[in-house]
């Protein structure tokens, strides 16, 4: 299952990239493939894959890749086998879809469901055991609530990062109004839940940090909000663009703020406004690659933005004007990844670093393609044609 063999044998069965593709049509479904090559030539599903159910979220745990279906609430989990193929080994199921993942070492997967209609319900953390696919836990907990008791006054939390740091799990979250519209009554602070891990049932967290120097973390969808760098040392990114889905916009810079490694707190002296450096925007999504380094992907044109248009395709709005660039986190500096256009993308899996490599999907409103990345020189190879709507993920599982 999952192994493109493309005509040549075994060989491909035994190595290759695995990916969380999207085809287009009606239905638009999508498969988790393997392929040897995709430097060059094309990427499509025709006869190759593992078809999934509706619209899914892809997270990569060790050596591990979790499909979860936004629909159909359904996990599954796919290895290498003996034989080299990528196969499922298990399923799971859950009561809301999983919107929130992180990770503990290579060998755990938590994740967080995220009630979408605005209700004051506790929510379900997921403890999963990478290995077998299988959950070990389930733990009730809450975020952050305002009820006031008519809809659409209040507000929840919506979690943006699952990150466990030794003890303690971090989860950086949006104030969304309790009526199920997804309006951000609060945008112009930055909010992070803090809990001692393992996570007790029935657990509330034990403090949150605010920081007014920027916007809410994260932004819908991505599960990277916060990343763990050297030493420790946490950052989080704040977008606050209309266009990524906050409504009313905010009115604090796109910037990243930073927890210093054995510290729960922001760190005052640390604050880099991405809007404000050299080659900046609006950070719409960032993951960690190594040595105080990020990727990331700016929004350059706020012009014709509406509400949520950085999800759409729309060429009447801001939608193709985002680009790729290397972040520094320790020196604060912001690189153009050379040879990469202008482009849209909705939504991004975590990264998985292949020798100081990795692979992204980029989509502009005359093709796809693959692109690897050379994270060192900010620099861009372009790869296989994507014969499809996009490729969320690139995976190693075999080596």
Same mark, same amino acid.
């Given at each position: 299952?999952g192994?493109?063999?493309g005509?040549?044998?075994?060989s491909?069965? #035994?190595s290759g990239i695995s990916m969380g593709f999207k085809?287009t049509?009606?239905?638009?479904p999508e498969?988790?493939?393997?392929k040897?090559?995709i430097?060059?030539?094309s990427?499509?599903?025709?006869?190759?894959?593992?078809e999934?159910?509706g619209?899914?979220?892809?997270y #990569?745990?060790?050596?591990?890749?979790?499909?979860?279906?936004?629909?159909?609430?359904?996990?599954?989990?796919? #290895?290498?086998?003996?034989?080299?193929d990528?196969?499922?080994i298990?399923t799971?199921?859950?009561?809301?879809?999983?919107?929130?993942f992180?990770s503990v070492?290579?060998d755990?997967?938590?994740a967080s469901?995220q009630?979408?209609?605005g209700?004051?319900?506790?929510?379900k953390l997921?403890?999963?055991?990478?290995t077998t696919?299988l959950i070990t836990a389930?733990t009730? @907990?809450?975020?952050?609530? *305002? *009820?006031?008791g008519?809809p659409?006054?209040?507000s929840?939390?919506?979690a943006?990062?699952l990150?466990?740091r030794?003890?303690?799990?971090?989860?950086?979250?949006?104030?969304?109004? *309790?009526g199920?519209?997804?309006?951000?009554p609060?945008?112009?602070m930055? @909010?992070?839940?803090i809990?001692d891990y393992p996570?007790?049932q029935?657990?509330?967290p034990?403090?949150?940090?605010s920081?007014? #120097?920027?916007?809410?973390i994260?932004v819908?969808?991505?599960s990277t909000?916060?990343?763990?760098a050297?030493?420790?040392?946490?950052?989080?990114?704040?977008?606050?663009s209309?266009?990524?889905g906050f409504?009313p916009?905010s009115?604090k810079?796109?910037?990243?703020l930073?927890?210093k490694?054995?510290?729960s707190e922001f760190d005052a002296e640390y604050?880099?406004?991405i809007?404000?450096?050299?080659n900046?925007?609006?950070?719409?999504?960032?993951?960690y690659?190594g040595?105080?380094?990020?990727?990331?992907?700016?929004?350059?044109d706020?012009t014709n933005?509406?509400?949520?248009s950085a999800?759409t395709k729309?060429?009447?709005s801001n939608?193709?004007?985002?680009k790729?660039v290397i972040i520094?986190l320790a020196?604060q500096?912001?690189?153009?990844?050379a040879?990469?256009?202008?482009?849209h993308?909705?939504?991004t899996s975590?990264?998985?670093v292949?020798?100081?490599?990795?692979y992204v999907?980029i989509?502009?409103e005359?093709?796809?393609n693959?692109?690897e990345?050379?994270?060192?020189?900010?620099?861009?190879?372009?790869?296989a044609v994507?014969?499809?709507?996009?490729?969320?993920g690139?995976?190693?599982?075999?080596?």
């Open positions: 299952n192994a493109d063999t005509g040549n044998g075994a491909e069965q #035994r085809d049509g009606d239905t638009e498969y988790v493939l393997t040897e090559d430097s060059q030539g990427v499509n599903a025709t006869g190759a894959g593992d999934q159910i619209w899914n979220f892809f #990569r745990v060790g050596k591990t890749l979790f499909v979860t279906g936004y629909q159909n609430f359904e996990a599954k989990a796919y #290895r290498v086998n003996d034989a080299g990528v196969e499922q298990s799971f199921f859950y009561d809301w879809p999983l919107e929130a992180g070492g290579d755990t997967l938590i469901d009630p979408r209609d209700t004051h319900t506790t929510r997921y403890t999963v055991d990478a696919g389930k009730d @907990y809450s975020i952050f609530d *305002d *009820d006031t008519t659409g006054e209040g929840v939390g919506w943006t990062a990150e466990v030794g003890s303690e799990l971090f989860i950086p979250f949006q104030k969304l109004d *309790d199920g519209n997804f309006f951000t609060d945008a112009d930055a @909010y992070v839940a809990y996570l007790a029935g657990a509330s034990k403090a949150i940090i920081d007014d #120097r920027t916007s809410n994260g819908n969808g991505s909000g916060l990343i763990e050297e030493g420790g040392d946490l950052y989080s990114f704040s977008c606050g209309l266009s990524a409504s916009a009115t810079p796109s910037g990243i930073r927890i490694g054995g510290e604050f880099f406004n809007e404000e450096a050299t900046g925007g609006k950070l719409f999504w960032f993951d690659v040595d105080n380094k990020a990727i990331g992907r700016l929004i350059t706020e933005n509406y509400a949520w999800y729309d060429p009447e939608a193709f004007t985002q790729l520094d020196n500096t912001v690189t153009d990844v040879g990469i256009p202008l482009h993308k909705r939504y975590n990264v998985d292949m020798d100081g490599k990795v999907s989509e502009t005359e093709v796809n693959v692109y990345v050379d994270i060192a020189t900010a620099t861009a190879t372009q790869g994507i014969e499809g709507k996009t490729i969320k690139f995976y190693n599982l075999h080596d």
